[in-house]
């Protein structure tokens, strides 16, 4: 049966898929928007530091005040209606959902609520991809010996982009290239949250009316974003990062084959195997036509002159050579999609997307000349962009994760464009994330 079809067959039998989310944000009122019409489907209670503006957030797109009057998960289970708490453990040891669905952004309570989730033998749906540059295959190693599946988002773009490559290698074709598309120039590396409406092209008024979150924003602009998601992509497929990082070469969507393939085939991707993001601008700051600003791709290698003249007969989206060719999906729609996970971890028992390696990481990079004394301020802030780099290269450079460079002061002078290290900054050996992400260092690599 399909997934929607075995969906009916539990509502039909009164079992729905029991969920929890924590996290009311975009992402989390995306999934809210979706779940109440999705069949089979029981989101039993949600977690959120701000319960009213949960509430709200729920009103907005069209929950009835009915739905959210729940006592506690019982009650939730008892009436089909949902449970609103601020306490994230009551929620994930109630004993009352089979996954949840961690989407509050910040990788140090992802990391918590994790393990949380571990210990209450609920599986996990890490939303939080900067949880999961952090530490993801650390905890992804850790639900396995559990026997739970730690899985990427669905509608989020790595989790798309590793169903690309997994799509690619189970038809027998080796992958060259995988990744996304972005709005990115060289400048914007020192984009703030003051300058970042300018480089999205939106008014800093209708932003504000909007709502949008300037620092969440800059870390798309910065290119922080960017390095975490290709890191998550790398380690959930063994793709390996390019050397110096990513390039963000302009590219439409019909010449993805030409300039994501390696130099020596006249490309400009230092490795075969790697990721790469796509900018929607070229260096002159003119627009890409045809641009893939919000969606993925992969290249693959035609290793036999039927498959590549396969390529062209069937518009394959060749490159020049007719040896590489594309493959991409134009859009992502982010929260609206995230059902597909939640099937497939409690239908199949399968992620979609999980880490099996530590083959990537992102380090601090400083946006300005930083003084000791400084505070950094985190993904999307004033100090420090997050550039994707190898694994092992991080390690050797003792590189400050971009995870942990929020709130900590530095100890040491830091020039613009220098990485961050270990030694520069003050460390609380008392921080689990910093504990966690450690131990990672010390077993997964």
């Known amino acids: 049966m399909s997934l929607h079809q075995r969906l009916s067959a539990l509502a039909e039998a009164g079992q729905p898929i029991r969920v929890g989310l924590i996290g009311a944000g975009k992402f989390g009122s995306m999934f809210l928007n979706q779940v109440r019409s999705t069949t089979g489907v029981h989101l039993v209670g949600i977690a959120d530091l701000d319960v009213e503006r949960a509430r709200q957030r729920c009103v907005d797109i069209g929950w009835p005040h009915e739905q959210l ?34 989407a509050t952004g910040d990788p140090a309570c992802g990391i918590r609520h994790c393990r949380m989730a571990l210990r209450h033998g609920v599986h996990i749906i890490m939303v939080n991809v900067e949880a999961d540059a952090l530490a993801g295959p650390l905890l992804a190693r ?35 290239c995988a990744g996304k598309g972005t709005r990115y120039l060289p400048r914007f590396h020192d984009s703030t949250p003051e300058t970042v409406w300018e480089a999205f092209g939106i008014a800093a008024a209708d932003a504000e009316r909007g709502g949008m979150n300037p620092k969440m924003f800059n870390s798309f602009i ?27 070469p302009p590219a439409s969507c019909w010449d993805l084959a030409n300039v994501c393939r390696p130099t020596a085939a006249g490309g400009l991707l230092s ?71 939640v099937a497939s971890i409690a239908l199949r028992g399968e992620p979609t997307g999980a880490p099996t390696g530590f083959r990537s990481d992102v380090v601090s990079v400083a946006k300005k000349d930083l003084w000791a004394g400084d505070v950094l301020d985190g993904e999307g802030g004033y100090s420090v962009w997050g550039k994707q780099l190898p694994a092992q290269r991080s390690i050797d450079a003792r590189a400050l994760p971009i995870g942990l460079a929020h709130r900590v002061k530095l100890r040491s002078d830091v020039a613009r464009g220098q990485m961050v290290s270990w030694n520069d900054v003050e460390v609380d050996g008392d921080c689990d994330a910093v504990r966690v992400r450690q131990e990672m260092e010390a077993c997964c690599l």
Request: hydrophobic share 40%; net charge negative.
């Open 271 to 341: 490795r075969a195997g790697t990721t790469e993001v796509v900018s929607s601008l070229h260096r002159d700051e003119s627009a890409v036509e045809n641009d893939l600003q919000f969606g993925t791709y992969v290249i693959i290698e035609g290793e036999t002159e039927y498959a590549r003249r396969c390529f062209k007969e069937y518009r394959m989206l060749p490159d020049d050579s007719g040896r590489y060719a594309a493959l991409f999906r134009p859009t992502h729609m982010i929260g609206l999609e995230l059902g597909l996970s």
């Open 69 to 102: 009057k729940a006592r506690d998960t019982s009650d939730a289970r008892k009436t089909g209606s949902t449970w609103l708490t601020d306490d994230a453990e009551s929620l994930v040891g109630s004993g009352a959902i089979q996954i949840l669905i961690e």
């Open 142 to 176: 850790e639900a396995e010996a559990a026997g739970l599946v730690y899985s990427l988002a669905w509608g989020d773009q790595p989790a798309l982009i590793c169903e690309h490559v997994d799509w690619a290698r189970t038809c027998g074709f080796e992958v060259v």
């Open 222 to 248: 910065d290119g922080t974003k960017s390095a975490i998601e290709m890191t998550a992509v790398c380690n959930a497929t063994g793709l390996l990062p390019q050397e110096e990082g990513l390039g963000f």
